[in-house]
Every structure is written in C-alpha cells, then in structure tokens.
C-alpha cells in the first residue's frame, strides 16, 4: 500500500511560471513532511520541510503548503528556472525522525527556456 | 557540508557474484541508510543503522545484508547478485536529532549481468 502518493509522473512549466508540484498521503500519523530534488547522476538533496503544526513554509522561490485535513501537501515554485528542472521527490515521516522516511515515487519537473 | 562517499559511481557484476557497495560520511552522523532507486518506484529502503553494529530492515531487505562496524562507514552486501538487483544505490545518513533530513551520496548504478 503506497502511503505517499505523487499521481503526477511529470510537469512541464515555462521559465518564469509557477510550478507546482502534489503529493498526498494516507497515513494520518505522518506529522513531518519534507522535499527532495534529484538531478540525474546525483543523489537527492533536501529542498524544504514542514511540520504539521504548520500549514505553510517558504524558503525563497521555495513554499510547502500543508492541509492535514485532505492529506496533501504541495510544493509551490515561484518563478520557475530551467535550473529547477530536476525530479522532485516527497517524502513523510512519523515524530519528525528519519529512520522511517516514507518517500513517493517521484515528479519529473521540466521547465522550458 | 555534509559529505558521502560511496566507493563506486558504476559497478557490473555477474550473476552469483557477492558485490560489496561501500559508503562513508564525514559528519559524525549516527543514522545510516541504503536505498535502491528504480523507474516508477521511487526510492525504498533496503536497511539502515541507529549505531555502530545496529542495523535494522528496511522495506526491501530480501537478497542484501548490510554491515557497520565504524560509525562513518556503512557496507551494503549482495550476498549472490541477481539480475533484479541491477539498480542504482543510494546511501544516507542523517543525525538522530527530529527533523534532521537525509544527506545522500551520488548513488551507485549497479548492473548485473
């Protein structure tokens, strides 16, 4: 049962528009969320994180917004660079730890020049 | 920043071979992780560690054993490889501390032939 869900395998932007990229979950213990983007050839590496005592975080271009009560969140990209062209993972966790990090299966996010 | 190394970028393999992938991290983490990555799958857990000589499953530990007798350092094992282990392998490592996000390294791709 795939408890961390990204329905979209993909997403095409324009350089300069809002990307926006879902994830939702089913289980209601998850209480800390977090992204990870992943070039090709490299390891993910963290983006941004939110907790679920928050319904939004932002870190520049970077914005997670949280809404328990649908179990979703999503990754907001403002103004999207061809450089944001990456995949981009969700992942959830359980008391904030990671040793079971619960990760979907990915968005391949191209942004267009 | 947080560095982790692991030994090979590319690796092949024959059928029935043990294969050792190793992985080494600078920052004194106590938690280390294996994942395997594949199309449409996103990343599972294969095993991780809490300590030196501690290590516990992951999602997907059928076919792997994982070693850990220094703290910086953690071994996966493919005891008799297979053609479904080809894949790419990543390594991570996070502190105990709540929120702390995974550092992963650049990934092994694994073929096995």
């Known amino acids: 049962d795939q408890q961390v869900k990204q329905n979209s395998p993909s997403l095409s932007v324009q350089e300069g528009r809002i990307s926006i990229l879902n994830c939702d979950y089913t289980n209601s213990m998850f209480d800390y969320f977090l992204w990870y983007k992943k070039y090709p050839a490299e390891g993910p590496t963290f983006l941004i994180s939110?907790?679920?005592?928050?319904d939004k975080n932002e870190d520049g271009r970077f914005t997670v917004f949280l809404n328990k009560s649908a179990k979703h969140l999503s990754l907001h990209i403002v103004p999207s660079q061809p450089g944001d062209s990456a995949v981009y993972f969700c992942?959830?966790?359980?008391?904030?730890?990671?040793?079971?990090?619960?990760f979907g299966k990915g968005t391949k996010l191209t942004v267009n020049p | 920043d947080v560095k982790v190394t692991q030994s090979s970028r590319y690796l092949v393999k024959r059928t029935g071979e043990k294969v050792f992938l190793e992985c080494v991290q600078d920052?004194?983490?106590?938690?280390m992780f294996w994942y395997r990555q594949d199309p449409g799958l996103g990343l599972r857990l294969i095993y991780f560690?809490?300590?030196?000589?501690?290590?516990e499953k992951g999602d997907i530990p059928e076919g792997y054993s994982v070693s850990r007798e220094k703290k910086e350092r953690f071994s996966l094992i493919l005891e008799s490889a297979s053609t479904n282990q080809t894949s790419m392998y990543l390594c991570?490592?996070?502190?105990?501390?709540?929120?702390?996000?995974?550092?992963f390294g650049n990934g092994t791709r694994l073929t096995v032939t």
């Open positions: 991570a490592s996070s502190t105990h501390r709540d929120g702390s996000p995974l550092h």
């Open positions: 939110i907790s679920s005592i928050k």
């Open positions: 992942a959830a966790s359980t008391q904030g730890g990671s040793e079971k990090l619960v």
């Open positions: 560690s809490y300590d030196v000589k501690m290590k």
């Open positions: 920052m004194d983490h106590e938690n």
